[in-house]
């Protein structure tokens, strides 16, 4: 049984930072396999964040380029995002992905909330 566990929210002010890490189990690593993450504000519908490739390639929201770093250590099976400049409006749920070609699962989400 596939499973992620994210780990890392919480609550940070504004232009503070926070590390999100999400770990795989129950599943074998394939080269089409890609990770992401995806966030859904209340009230809106879930959006990409960012994805990484087994291979490195990452691909971001245009709203956190230049804030958000994704990475991965595919020995671990994990993906992490860490977050800086923080802004109210990064407030949601975020979600942890792993997809390849016929699969598609999602972790059970961790609360990131930026107020002052």
């Known amino acids: 049984q596939v499973q992620l566990v994210e780990s890392g929210g919480g609550l940070v002010q504004p232009g503070g930072s926070l590390r999100l890490s999400c770990a795989a189990s129950?599943?074998?690593?394939?080269?089409?396999?890609?990770m992401g993450w995806y966030r859904q504000a209340p009230g809106k519908q879930r959006d990409l964040v960012a994805t990484i490739t087994t291979t490195g390639n990452t691909n971001y929201a245009d709203s956190v380029k230049g804030r958000f770093t994704i990475s991965r250590e595919n020995d671990r099976k994990a993906v992490y995002l860490q977050m800086n400049s923080l802004a109210p409006e990064d407030t949601a749920v975020y979600y942890c992905?792993?997809?390849?070609?016929?699969?598609?699962?999602w972790g059970q989400g961790t609360q990131v909330t930026v107020s002052s």
């Open positions: 129950g599943i074998t690593f394939s080269p089409s396999i890609i």
């Open positions: 992905n792993l997809r390849g070609r016929i699969i598609n699962y």
